[in-house]
């Protein structure tokens, strides 16, 4: 079916909370001056001074229906229910409605009960709306490799000021995405993700480098980005050697952030290992 536009009354409180989110950054900056700098870059991880991404409008989507799922693809949500999924060592906390399951604020990060290496990972989101917050408490959330390692950042960053390395997109604390593919609050997004294992040694030396491709509603925001660590807030990436094979987790930051069809395709090695 055609892409259905928003009804005129959530548009209009779409536009208000956005103009109201807007006034509140006014003259304002987001990140910090006092964080340490990134191996073998000029900028300070959560840099306040790093330029952010351009803005890029991201190609219209034929229909606003969930992507379907390639024939070898390990379905993880299918709309229904939260099975493939747990919260600690528990059943999913979170709550499953209309084809998409949504962040239950307070009960704490979802993990995978299989675990993934080297892969590719679909999944689409939408932040809240009306939105209620701004910079990093809006529509915050992230998909989590290598457990709760490597962090693939979930964030309303339409007309949202945050710091770069922060942005929807960015590999948390490391790198910001090239360009700024946000849609409006309310409307489902798009992220494809091409993960590659770190891989480490009996001492947890890295042997083997990591690294992430990120599609952001189809458009390239992470090129290969290789994995300097595991997401740290306000202080340089480290490691903290794992399995190649560990699950992949969805962040509760505290924001009402819906999910739906997510999958994925477990990768061979790549040709030259």
Known sequence: MRRRALPLTTAAVCGLALAGASLAW????????????????????????RPIPEVVTPGALPTNDPVSAP???????????????????????????????????GTGQLFTKDSFGDCQVHFEFASPLPVQSA?????????????????????DTYKNRTYADGHAGAIYGQSPPMVNASRAPGEWQQYDVVYRAPR?????????????????????????????????YRSVPKFFPHPPEMPLSLQDHGNKVRFRNIWVRPLPPKVAE
Not at 26 to 49: E, I, M
Request: charged share 25%; glycine share 14%.
């Open 26 to 49: 006014k003259g304002q900056q987001s990140g910090f001056t006092d964080t340490p700098l990134l191996p073998g870059s000029k900028w300070r991880v959560h840099d306040a001074n």
């Open 200 to 232: 480490f040694d009996a001492a947890g030396k890295v042997v083997k480098e990591g690294s992430f491709t990120v599609f952001h509603n189809g458009v390239l925001v992470q090129d290969h980005h290789v994995i300097i660590g595991s997401t740290l």
């Open 135 to 155: 910079d990093q408490g809006r529509g915050n959330s992230g998909l989590f490799f290598g457990g709760d390692r490597y962090e693939v950042q979930v964030l």
């Open 71 to 105: 024939s070898d693809a390990i379905v993880l949500f299918d709309g229904k229910d939260l099975s493939k999924w747990k919260s600690g060592e528990g059943p999913a906390k979170w709550t499953v409605k209309d084809g998409y399951f949504e962040v239950a604020p």
